[in-house]
């Protein structure tokens, strides 16, 4: 069903992607330790926000995992998805904010804030960025039913214009020996690893990647 927050006015201006804006991100489920065995590909797992971000021409929007529209809130990431080649994507990624070397959670939620000057001041003092990992559209074309390593792919592809200061690409890797190390760091900026199966297509919603963290 529609969430809460959509507007017929926003959903309007995003009708001609072929991925709807209320549609939720792939999720994960908890694991004792990382998986063992070939076809997994492997990720940092940030401590941010996690969203979509869809692209419609000049409309850009970012959708919390609840379906909260978070675009105002980020106007320094609005305007750097705004400013790309790619006029029509849809993409997957979290939301960090970076303070002194490590991730700040407690930043990123002052952003939501009612007071837009507020929110202004604060993307220039304090910039956040956006990890992508993840590709559902590029162009008119939807890449839902696409195994990870093809759109693995095609998001490295983009990323390669699309990479800045604001927009980063998350680093991936298929060799459980630096997960492990990926894992063993995590603390300050990482969260834990995510594995994902390589020839898995994307499920909006389900909890079909697996999230380890440090046993502390």
């Known amino acids: 069903p529609p969430r809460k927050w959509l507007s017929p006015t926003m959903a309007l201006a995003f009708s001609a992607l072929a991925i709807p804006l209320e549609t939720p991100p792939m999720e994960a489920k908890l694991a004792n330790g990382i998986p063992a065995g070939s076809g997994w590909q492997f990720e940092p797992k940030w401590d941010g926000f996690r969203c979509l971000a869809f692209r419609d021409g000049d409309a850009v929007e970012l959708m919390s995992k ?51 000057s507020r929110i202004e001041k604060l993307s220039r003092e304090t910039p956040a960025q956006l990890m992508l990992f993840d590709a559902l559209q590029l162009g008119n074309k939807s890449l839902l039913g696409r195994p990870l390593s093809e759109r693995r792919a095609a998001l490295e592809r983009f990323m390669r214009k699309a990479a800045g200061e604001r927009l980063c690409l998350s680093p991936a890797t298929d060799d459980p020996r630096i997960a492990a190390q990926w894992l063993e760091r995590s603390g300050k900026a990482l969260d834990g690893v995510v594995a994902k199966r390589l020839d898995a297509a994307y499920q909006p919603g389900e909890r079909a990647m697996v999230k380890v963290k440090q046993q502390r």
């Open 66 to 116: 609840s379906g909260k529209p978070l675009a105002r809130y980020f106007p320094e990431i609005e305007e750097a998805l705004g400013q790309l080649d790619g006029h029509r994507f849809v993409l997957d990624g979290e939301l960090v904010l970076p303070v002194g070397g490590a991730l700040s959670f407690a930043a990123l939620q002052l952003r939501l804030h009612p007071a837009a």
